[in-house]
């Protein structure tokens, strides 16, 4: 199992995911984009985790 939390602002978003044993998976900062949060966590983790997330078009 993962955690995810973000902290959003109107420049950037803060994202970190920790797997259960609270291991960083992720720990990265993006432009406040929905798009570029979406390249950053599908780019980032693995494809069994991903499965929920949806290409923006």
């Known amino acids: ?3 995810a939390a973000r902290d959003v602002s109107l420049l950037s978003v803060a994202i970190c995911i920790i797997d ?3 291991k960083i998976c992720l720990e990265r900062s993006v432009r406040s984009d929905v ?11 693995s494809r069994s ?3 929920g997330l949806t290409p923006v078009r």
């Open 1 to 3: 199992m993962f955690y």
């Open 20 to 22: 259960h044993d609270g």
């Open 35 to 45: 798009r570029d949060v979406i390249l950053c966590l599908a780019g980032s983790i």
């Open 49 to 51: 985790t991903r499965s």
